[in-house]
């Protein structure tokens, strides 16, 4: 029964075709379970595929072989072969995602990159707006920096708006890449405390920390991504 | 043999038919601009041609002719004209227009109001009501057939936009029979309401465009409008300074170069009448 | 399962002896955004302007789901009807604001025109439905009465969008709409679309060469080449997980500023 996430025997090869066709495997068997509450982090060293595995979850990567059944609202969806048009909705409904750094888009102030997401998340506007301000808030993003467009933030700055946005939809599964990697303590703190209440709330967390304080306060489990590597010994 | 100069009305026969073929398509479809082959005029393009060659299609030697051009009888493209009738058809002709059975006009609808067996010729520059804001004639005639008029409120708009209230005083666009836009000619909107339900049959040529069309008698012409600025007629502040009408449409005309001014009827067949009937009134 | 709002079936085009499009197929939903893209030649822009009926094709079907539930087949519909279906429940914005706009009408009457040829024949009405999409698109609201003669080109092109969507469109075609626009015009014009998008739930067909406009106003996207798809699915995943050959090359050579 999958309650939110399962990952079945995923194998992940780029191949380049501008470097003659060269092959580079990445992972194969990619197995382990994301439950409600749960927060689940891969671990192991650099380089070992942990980012590819999130995003191949997230449909951002394709899956050469495996399973990645998603309980989207009354379904249960295989995201390494749904379409198009299934992941868009499992994204808006399900799954949210964090990456590592901010996408800057021109000209769009910080305050709104935030509402637009919570308004795909289906709220109006006037509630998305108290929402985004009510998370950046949270994240001490100061007031000041709210109206204007992240291009000249720290990096600190411009993944608290990402995390921000990131949370703003409420999503039972969400992915995050490295999201403290940039913030001081403080932020961090603020940033575990909103993980802590979303698991409490049911939400499921598939995460990479570096942070190994990080990890020890939320992780539930590990799983060493090392077991599935594909790659060539150096 | 007397060997007339002209054949009669001056076109020859098959042109003629030609044109009553044009006719009776335009009498037909009310408001739609049927093509025909015009012919060289002895005038050039813009003095009239499209009006005279459907006078000469439909004139016969027992019409009387009248002309007026901008409501007058005595200008000079008027007399011309007339002559020109009274020359190659050997016609009657009048300035009254109680006595005209055919009427060519430029610009304008007489005051009288016109009977069944009444024919009013208009003199017709640019036939077509949307050219003005889509210049392609393939564009256009798929407009009409597909009745896609949205774009002549456009123009409306655009006048109240701009002024406040419709600006178009003269050509302005008409529905005919609840189908095809019109464009009048250039007639002031004050002669618009004449055009509806009118006992006469309404003929409109455009030489140079080459195009025919009729309003049959008795049909509906509405003037375009919108609900919160309908169409208005055009209302004067004077009478006329020779015959007092408060009904008809007044000329300005300016009697000195210190900005004396007096408004006389355009209609002069209207005007003498009304003078006349005065005279007599206070002679008795 | 309803049909498609849109489903395109083996489109095909020549020019001569060149192949523009080769037997093109592809669905799109309701509320899907979906970019064409490629380089010139890929029969991108053939592609788009055949679907929109202004173009005939060759060979293939188009089939569109109109608002009753039936599909019909755009090359035997009238051109009455497909007319009609173009003012009311599609939308054209072109790359080149002047193509879809009256520039000698003012912004107001571009705008009010799609309601006035569906019959709307009060002024104060049409008025402020101008007035209030002007706002919408975000051009001052004392612009209303000026042509787009007056226009930037950035205004000239929100102007063209407010034309457009002012019958609230179903579907959506877009052939290169930010090409041509400054860079710093182009950014804020593309976040209005995108809301607007996302807020009115367009399906939208676009044709890009910019693999960035793709990636923020497209979920689904088409990579041409030479008159055929060569990669197809996800936006973000064919733009940062490439399969094909072309596609790699095509992604690996954009310029990151």
Known sequence: MIELLAVEGLAKTFTLHLHGGRKLAVVAGVSFVVGPGECVVLGGPSGVGKSSILKIVYGNYAADAGRIWLADG??????????????????????????????????????????????????????????????????????????????????????????????????????????????????????VDLIDERRSQGAGFLAIFHDEDVRARVAARIVDVSAFSQREAA | MSARAYNFAYLDEQTKRMIRRAILKAVAIPGYQVPFAAREMPMPYGWGTGGVQVTAAVIGPDDVLKVIDQGADDTTNAVSIRAFFAKTAGVATTTQTERATVIQTRHRVPETPLAEHQILVYQVPIPEPLRFLEPRETETRAM?????????????????????????????PTR???????????????????????????????????????????????????EDHPFERTKFDSACAFCGATDSFLDEVVTDDSGGRMFVCSDTDYCERRQAALEKEAAE | MSAPLLAVEGLSKRFGATHACRSISFELEEGEALAVVGESGSGKTTLLHMIAGLLPADSGTVLYRNRDGVSRELGIMSEGERRALMRTQWGFVHQDAARGLRMNVSAGGNIGERLMALGERHYGRIRASAQDWLERVEIPANRLDDSPQ????????????????????????????????????????????????????????LVTHD????????????????GEVIESGLTDRVLDDPQAPYTQLLVSSVLAA
């Open chain 3, 211 to 226: 693999l960035a406009v793709a990636r923020l106003l497209s979920n689904r996207i088409l990579v041409m080449k030479q």
């Open chain 2, 144 to 172: 009409h057939a597909l009745a896609e008029y949205g774009v002549m409120h456009v123009k409306l708009y655009e006048d109240i936009a701009r002024h406040g209230h419709i600006a178009t005083t003269y050509a302005y």
């Open chain 3, 150 to 205: 007056t226009y930037s080109g950035g205004m000239r092109q929100r102007l063209q969008i407010a034309r457009n969507l002012v019958t609230a469109p179903r579907l959506v075609f877009m052939d290169e709409p930010t090409g041509g626009l400054d860079v710093s015009v182009q950014a804020r014009l593309l976040d209005l679309m995108r809301g607007l998008i996302a807020e009115m739930g367009l399906a939208v067909v």
């Open chain 2, 176 to 226: 005919v029979a609840g189908r095809y836009v019109m464009d009048p000619s250039p007639i002031p909107k004050f002669d618009n309401p004449k055009l509806d339900d009118c006992p006469a049959l309404q003929l409109f040529g455009a030489g140079r465009e080459k195009r025919i069309y009729a309003i049959p008698p008795y049909t509906q012409v509405v003037s375009l409008d919108f």
């Open chain 1, 74 to 191: 009354s379904r249960v969806l295989d995201i390494a072969t749904a379409g198009p048009a299934d992941i868009v909705a499992a994204r808006r409904r399900t799954m949210g995602y964090v990456s590592q750094f901010l996408r800057v888009i021109p000209r769009v102030s910080a305050l709104d990159i935030v509402a637009a997401a919570a308004r795909d998340a289906g709220l109006e506007a006037p509630a998305a707006r108290a929402r985004a301000e009510h998370l950046l808030e949270r994240l001490h993003l100061p007031r000041a920096l709210w109206p204007l467009p992240p291009a000249t933030f720290s990096g600190g700055e411009q993944q608290r708006v990402n995390i921000a946005r990131g949370f703003v939809g409420e999503h039972r599964l969400l992915i995050l890449d490295e999201p403290t990697a940039s913030l001081d303590a403080a932020n961090r703190d603020a940033v």
